[in-house]
């Protein structure tokens, strides 16, 4: 997942879709297209997503990923 933060603000998000079976690709490219409109604007630490355009288990890997941002952009 590429990101672009600025002063604090999500101002970009670009996401890979890793599925390697034939049901979970569609429920990441879903949840893929519905998250800038979520995030895009918004200070990272204000950031909550969970249940996505139907993407239920997406939000989890969202999370993790997310958390990983928030400590990079610490530092």
């Not at 879903?30 to 939000?59: K, M, N, W, Y």
Request: with cysteine; charged share 30%; net charge negative.
């Amino acid at each position: 997942m590429a990101r672009t933060i600025e002063n604090g603000i999500v101002i970009d998000v670009d996401i890979t879709t890793p599925a390697d079976d034939e049901v979970s690709p569609g429920y990441q490219l879903r949840f893929a297209d519905a998250l800038p409109r979520e995030v895009v604007g918004t200070p990272l630490d204000d950031i909550v997503v969970d249940r996505l355009a139907g993407s239920s288990g997406c939000f989890e890997w969202f999370k993790n990923a997310l958390a990983d941002i928030r400590e990079d952009a610490r530092h």
